[in-house]
């Protein structure tokens, strides 16, 4: 029998362990930011286009948000 302390199987929460950043956290925001980079190269090329820079710029913050958010959900890798 498992002590007071302790929580019970079913409520404990599972932990995961993921390596070299292979985190759904990581995949996730590195995905979103190379989208932001390629339309902020894209427009960086045409002209440039500064409003096209601008959003890509937008993205890759977006990325940064994101990642964020899901590290703190545990879907990153833990220290």
Do not use: C
Not at 5 to 13: K, L, N
Not at 14 to 34: C, F, H, L, M, N
């Amino acid at each position: 029998m498992s002590s007071p302390a302790e929580p019970a199987p079913s409520r404990a929460r599972q932990v995961r362990e993921y390596e070299d950043g292979k985190s759904p956290a990581a995949w996730t925001g590195v995905i979103i930011a190379a989208v932001g980079f390629i339309v902020a190269t894209v427009g960086a090329m045409a002209g440039p286009n500064w409003t096209v820079i601008i959003v890509g710029a937008a993205v890759v913050v977006v990325a940064l948000i994101v990642t964020g958010i899901m590290k703190a959900a545990g879907l990153g890798q833990s220290h």
